[in-house]
């Protein structure tokens, strides 16, 4: 503030005095004042005698002011990183105190053998959970791996003695950690960076884990139940015994070994109009569960799901094709125009499932273990006899379908006639 102050006042004087020249030579031009030589002058002698000076001082003023202002952004570098080695000191000096009073809490107050409702573990709870909102990403993950070592927050009995509950872990840095069996249910991950982690049997439960990355992590028996999902990115994992039930799958990226940017073309996210990819080409998703699980318009060609439980899980408009569906359980599934050409479903419980409209061509599906009640309205690929089959089963077939079978035509019934024209027909023999 004092130097815009200064700077106006040196604008004020310096108009000042030009102003006062001008009044003099105008006075003296005008009133023809003997010795001061300006009746005389002309205008190139004007021209001569200010040009220079004015481009020497307009060149000093536009060099003071360039260096005026590199001079103020490089105090400002200079603030900016005095304060960022001061806040880096201190979230360390804070990580220190800490990993020094949870070891004397597991040291002198044997808090991996103390019981649920004793009070060193709510200290130890409360200590975590506030600090972690002062630690950057680095030392998140830091903070997470001295718990996981010291068996504090695993999924296997007497060694989930610290909750995670609500825990600030967004954006944490967990990259190349071995996590195997870990708890993290009902955290906040997102935005958390795990790639290449190791998360065999983790328990990620009503964790937020939108906006993650997880690339070619192992995730293999995870538990996602009912965790939110929303953007994060999957790719290149085993997904093999995953538990995904209740889980909000919008705008996921779940890529497999081939990723084709193509699939973004009228893919959309669940509910909205925003176009999305999501891919799990060529996936390991053996035996994961996926029950009641968001999945509209995902591409699960390839797909390994040989197992897996996708009972009442929404699939319409999904791509299946080509997928190993033997043995899955997709009973009371929404496939509404999904693709199954070529997908195998031996042994498949696609009892009350939706599969209206969808395209079964190169499918077997009287493969199916259970076909009661399902709807096939609007199918499309299966011959006649695969939905004779089929209907012995107990799907549900109109008659459509069934006629337009193996893209053939069948002429309908006569329609019925009354007595009259039956008796006016008949030979009168």
């Not at 005026?68 to 806040?87: C, F, G, M």
């Not at 043995?327 to 509404?336: F, I, S, V």
């Amino acid at each position: 503030m004092e130097t815009k102050r200064r700077r106006l006042l040196w604008w004020i004087l310096g108009s000042l005095m030009v102003l006062l020249c001008l009044s003099l030579i105008l006075a003296a031009y005008r009133f023809e004042w003997v010795g001061t030589g300006f009746p005389s002058k002309t205008l190139w002698d004007w021209m001569q005698l200010l040009i220079i000076p004015t481009v020497l001082a307009v060149a000093a003023f536009l060099f003071n002011l360039t260096t005026s202002r590199n001079e103020q952004k490089l105090a400002q570098q200079r603030d900016q990183t005095a304060q960022e080695i001061a806040l880096d000191s201190q979230r360390e000096a804070l990580l220190q105190t800490y990993l020094d009073r949870m070891s004397e809490l597991l040291l002198d107050k044997h808090l991996r053998e103390s019981k649920p409702k004793d009070e060193v573990r709510s200290i130890a709870r409360a200590r975590t959970l506030t600090l972690l909102p002062q630690l950057d990403a680095r030392r998140k993950g830091s903070l997470l791996q001295f718990l996981y070592e010291s068996n504090l927050i695993k999924v296997a009995p007497g060694e989930n003695v610290l909750s995670l509950k609500e825990a600030d872990l967004t954006n944490a840095n967990l990259v190349h950690i071995n996590l195997h069996n870990i708890s993290l249910r009902e955290s906040n991950l997102s935005g958390a960076q795990m790639d290449d982690t190791n998360l065999h049997n983790a328990d990620l439960s009503w964790a937020n884990l939108s906006n993650a990355t997880l690339r070619d992590t192992n995730l293999g028996g995870v538990n996602f139940s009912r965790a939110t999902l929303v953007g994060v990115v999957l790719s290149g994992n085993n997904l093999s015994k995953a538990d995904f039930s209740n889980t909000d799958l919008r705008k996921t990226r779940l890529c497999g070994v081939v990723w084709d940017e193509a699939n973004q073309s009228k893919i959309y996210a669940h509910g909205t109009n925003i176009p999305v990819v999501r891919a799990m080409v060529f996936t390991n998703l053996k035996e994961a569960n996926f029950t009641k699980a968001l999945l509209s318009g995902v591409d699960l060609h390839y797909t390994d799901l040989a197992q897996a439980s996708l009972s009442e899980a929404d699939l319409s408009n999904a791509d299946l094709s080509y997928s190993d569906l033997e043995r899955a359980c997709l009973c009371k599934a929404k496939l509404h125009r999904a693709s199954l050409c070529g997908a195998r479903l031996r042994w498949a419980d696609l009892s009350e499932a939706d599969l209206s409209e969808a395209d079964f061509s190169k499918t077997k599906l009287e493969d199916a273990l259970s076909l009661k009640g399902t709807n096939l309205f609007g199918i499309k690929g299966l011959t006649r006899e695969q939905l004779v089959s089929c209907k012995t089963k107990g799907a549900i077939i109109e008659a459509s379908p069934l006629a337009s079978a193996s893209q053939s035509t069948v002429a309908p019934p006569p329609p019925a006639q009354s007595n009259d024209a039956q008796a006016s027909s008949s030979p009168s023999a």
